[in-house]
């Protein structure tokens, strides 16, 4: 009997190892992941710089987030953050679905560009709309295995704060106009549908990132400004027009939507590796 518990203990301090080698090496995963992932569903550059993550109690910081523009967009970036908080519910790492408590990106640095009739926003949430109709198409394929089946999160919170909208275009002339960016608040990413594949998960967010953007607020202190600057003859009489009504269509047809196997594997299908 003695021998049986000895026994039992060594399984359990095994068990404990491999756990926490395994939550250890997560934001080397998430780093790469992000790094090579990120691209597929923006067809853009996406890189992060670092990735800190506490074992104990689930919270990770992303830090030097940048997303790459789409072709056709001079500027260098489309937005930058120095850090991201993500909080997520250590017990879901292995199930299906994971579950993210909160994302709190803060101080988000957006660079609005605007060229022939659109803008770099527009068409980057076109090119993750793409992503997630061909994303969720694989995965209810009847070919689909458990390999190429989406895996699917659910994320109770997330908020934007304190962020900026420098807007640029070429009647500009190399210079920018800035307003602040309304915060944003979204809460229950994916639940209804018991978990929403990433490009599902991100598309929401980034339609209602975007309708921030080109919201009322925003553009009337643009204009404000290119008035300011006497560029506003240029844009025509009423200067810049909001997006609202593009975004928010592009908001109604976002649809909200990980199989884990291990914890390793729960974070890489997070973003989407398979």
Excluded: C, W
């Excluded at 209602?208 to 400004?225: E, G, M, R």
């Excluded at 006497?230 to 976002?254: F, H, I, P, R, V």
């Amino acid at each position: 009997m003695k021998k049986l518990l000895i026994a039992g203990g060594i399984i359990v301090v095994l068990i404990v190892v491999l756990i926490v080698l395994t939550l250890s090496n997560l934001g080397p995963i998430v780093k790469e992941t992000v790094n090579t992932v990120g691209p597929r569903i923006t067809k853009t550059n996406v890189k992060l710089g670092d990735v800190s993550l506490s074992i104990f109690s689930g919270e990770a910081k992303i830090k030097d987030f940048v997303l790459g523009n789409p072709n056709g967009f001079k500027s260098a970036q489309a937005m930058s953050v120095g850090s991201v908080y993500v909080d997520i519910d250590e017990t879901s790492i292995t199930q299906n679905p994971i579950v993210i408590n909160k994302i709190e990106i803060v101080a988000p640095q957006i660079t609005y560009e605007k060229i022939s009739g659109t803008d770099n926003f527009q068409s980057l949430l076109k090119n993750i709309q793409s992503s997630a109709k061909a994303e969720k198409k694989t995965a209810d394929s009847p070919a689909a295995t458990d390999n190429t089946q989406s895996r699917k999160i659910v994320i109770n919170e997330v908020i934007i704060k304190d962020g900026k909208v420098n807007l640029t275009m070429a009647a500009l002339a190399g210079k920018t106009v800035t307003a602040p960016l309304p915060d944003l608040h979204l809460k229950d990413i994916g639940r209804e549908k018991q978990g929403a594949t990433p490009a599902e998960a991100f598309e929401q967010i980034f339609s209602t990132l975007y309708s921030k953007i080109s919201s009322d607020s925003v553009t009337a202190v643009l204009n404000d400004q290119l008035k300011q600057l006497g560029n506003l003859k240029e844009l025509g009489a009423s200067g810049l027009k909001t997006g609202t009504d593009a975004a928010q269509k592009a908001m109604d047809s976002a649809r909200e939507g990980v199989d884990l196997k291990s914890a390793t594997e729960g974070i890489k299908g997070l973003f989407g590796k398979e």
